[in-house]
Every structure is written in structure tokens, then in C-alpha cells.
């Protein structure tokens, strides 16, 4: 199994601000098979980056994903309040389809 | 605009079982609910996500995860638009949101539906 490992596990931002979030993986991950989503409270989760780097249909330009190999990045450029939420990357290249734990952004 | 609605959820008690359905609606014509792999994912109270099964388009190839292989059955009904989790010998740790996900051309789980809540208590 490929273990996902997010950082931090929260992030303490203002609106405006940049974040930074990582995922490592135990193994290497084709780049084509790594996605992160976004999750608010009571709400499903939302694809917003596929193929490590790709923004799904909708996002805002201010979502960047990057990396390859086992380490992988969610940039978000300059923080809206909308932002604030549950952040997991995830490898979908082989069964099991494993999640990161997840990284909660918070407003500072 | 591809619509997942789950049903089914509810409390159960340890060592029952319950079948969990996943209605999936709003596909254009060029592409329909056959043409498609779905999951099921699921989310313990408090905690992250955890997938759980994977079908693929036409049924033929079905993924579990260990913690629920030999006592959850993955299925569908293309006829019908939908997908199906049949959950047996449910244990206190399988109390979760369930959620059912489309996965997209590209493999990634494009939508999801709102979940349904399973609660496995005595």
C-alpha cells in the first residue's frame, strides 16, 4: 500500500496569504494518478487538481498543484475565505486508492 | 451535470448487514452511467477519507480495500443507473459516511454524491 503523508496536519493563515501544502508518498506516484480535493464541513469532497498539476473544471486559477515521483505540492496563490477547509492529496494509479490524512487550513 | 444521491445508510447492529445504493443521473448522450468506473469512499466521524471499492464500467473488475474485503460486495446495475455496496459482518469501525464517486476518463473521482451515514452500534 502506497501511503500518503500530508504537512502540516493545519495551517494557520490570513485571507490574502499564501499556502503551501505537501503530500509524501511511501512509493513513487505516476504524476498522471495524483489528485487533491478539497472538503468543507457536512459537504462532499471536490476534486480540484488531477494529474498532479491539471485544475479540474471550475477551479480558480490561484489552485497550483506540482511535483513528481513522492513529493507533491497544493499551492494557493492568495487566500479567499472561501479556502478555508479540508485539503487531501491522493493516488489513484493502483489499488488500494489511498488519501492523505489531510490538511486543515484555518483562518489566523 | 452528473448527479450521485446514495441511500440506504442507517443504524445497524454489529454483525448485521445493510445495502448501501448510489442513483446516478444527468449524463449527456454521449456518455452514460455504463461508460464509467465508480468507487465507494468512506469517512469515519471526525476522520479522513478512506476508499473502500472500485467497479469497473461494465462490472466485470471489482477492488476492495483489506479492511473490508471478504465482507462488502461491490455491484451495479447499468440498467438502472446504479451502483450498489452490500455490507455484511458490520463491525463498530465501519460506522461512516459513505460516499459513492464517479471516476472520470482521466481515473481521478470527478463527482461525488452527498453520502449517507452508517452506523453500526449495539
Known amino acids: 500500500e502506497n501511503v500518503l503523508t500530508q504537512s502540516p496536519g493545519s495551517l494557520s493563515l490570513s485571507p490574502g496569504e499564501r499556502a503551501t501544502l505537501s503530500c509524501r508518498a511511501s512509493q513513487s506516484v505516476s504524476s498522471t494518478y495524483l489528485a487533491w480535493y478539497q472538503q468543507k464541513p457536512g459537504q462532499a469532497p471536490r476534486l480540484l487538481i488531477y494529474g498532479a498539476s491539471t485544475r479540474a473544471t471550475g477551479i480558480p486559477d490561484r489552485f497550483t498543484g506540482s511535483g513528481s515521483g513522492t513529493d507533491f505540492t497544493l499551492t494557493i496563490s492568495r487566500l479567499e475565505p472561501e479556502d478555508f477547509a479540508v485539503y487531501y492529496c491522493q493516488q489513484y494509479g493502483s489499488s488500494p486508492y489511498t488519501f492523505g490524512q489531510g490538511t486543515k487550513l484555518e483562518v489566523k | 451535470q452528473v448527479q450521485l444521491v446514495e441511500s440506504g445508510g442507517g443504524v445497524v447492529q454489529p454483525g448485521r448487514s445493510l445495502r448501501l445504493s448510489c442513483a446516478a443521473s444527468g449524463f449527456d448522450s454521449a456518455f452514460t452511467f455504463s461508460d464509467y468506473a465508480f468507487h465507494w469512499v468512506r469517512q469515519a466521524p471526525g476522520k479522513g477519507l478512506e476508499w473502500v471499492a472500485l467497479?469497473?464500467?461494465?462490472?466485470?473488475?471489482?477492488y476492495y480495500a483489506d479492511s473490508v474485503k471478504g465482507r462488502f460486495t461491490i455491484s451495479r446495475d447499468n440498467s438502472k443507473n446504479t451502483l450498489y455496496l452490500q455490507m455484511n459482518s458490520l463491525r463498530a469501525e465501519d460506522t461512516a459516511v459513505y460516499y459513492c464517486?464517479?471516476?472520470?476518463?482521466?481515473?481521478?473521482?470527478?463527482?461525488w454524491g452527498q453520502g449517507t451515514l452508517v452506523t453500526v452500534s449495539s
Open positions: 467497479i469497473s464500467f461494465d462490472g466485470s473488475d471489482k
Open positions: 464517486a464517479k471516476g472520470s476518463s482521466s481515473s481521478n473521482f470527478d463527482y
